[in-house]
């Protein structure tokens, strides 16, 4: 990770607490343009790859902060036209796991991170 003053980091942990509030609020207005509004618009897409490779978790029972984290890095790895290399995403998405989530949430996040990695071999070449 870089620093928690860098402005990417910030807006991804402010995209993470809006995706996290969405989960107990569904009449979020989300800034027009905002990589909130966008996830959500890919959202369904997205919640099908966390199903595919977290099998032995349904969707509802992810918490709602490892839900949050892995929706902006899938979107991030897959949706996102002006893409990171994948190892700052995985990375960051651990920093942010270590700070918000549990204790087993960064080891999830990566885990599940990693598998889809593997699978789309396309995603190292940036």
């Known amino acids: 990770m870089k620093r928690k003053s860098d402005p990417r980091h910030k807006i991804r ?3 993470v607490k ?6 107990f609020r569904k009449d979020i207005d989300f800034d027009k343009g905002s990589e909130a509004e966008k996830i959500v618009a890919s959202q369904k897409k997205i919640d099908v790859i966390i199903q595919k490779f977290a099998p ?3 969707v ?10 892995l929706r902006l890095s899938i979107w991030e ?3 996102k036209e002006k893409k ?6 995985v990375d960051e998405a651990v920093e942010i796991a270590k700070e918000f989530g549990t204790e087993t949430s960064p080891g999830f996040i990566n885990g599940v991170l ?3 990695i593997k699978t789309y071999p ?4 940036n």
Do not use: C
């Open 13 to 15: 942990v402010a995209t």
């Open 18 to 23: 809006r995706l996290f509030e969405q989960s």
């Open 56 to 58: 032995n978790w349904p």
């Open 60 to 69: 509802e029972q992810i918490s709602p902060m490892d839900l949050a984290i």
């Open 77 to 79: 790895l897959k949706f």
């Open 84 to 89: 990171e290399p994948y190892k700052v995403v």
């Open 114 to 116: 990693g598998a889809i």
């Open 122 to 125: 396309k995603l190292k070449r």
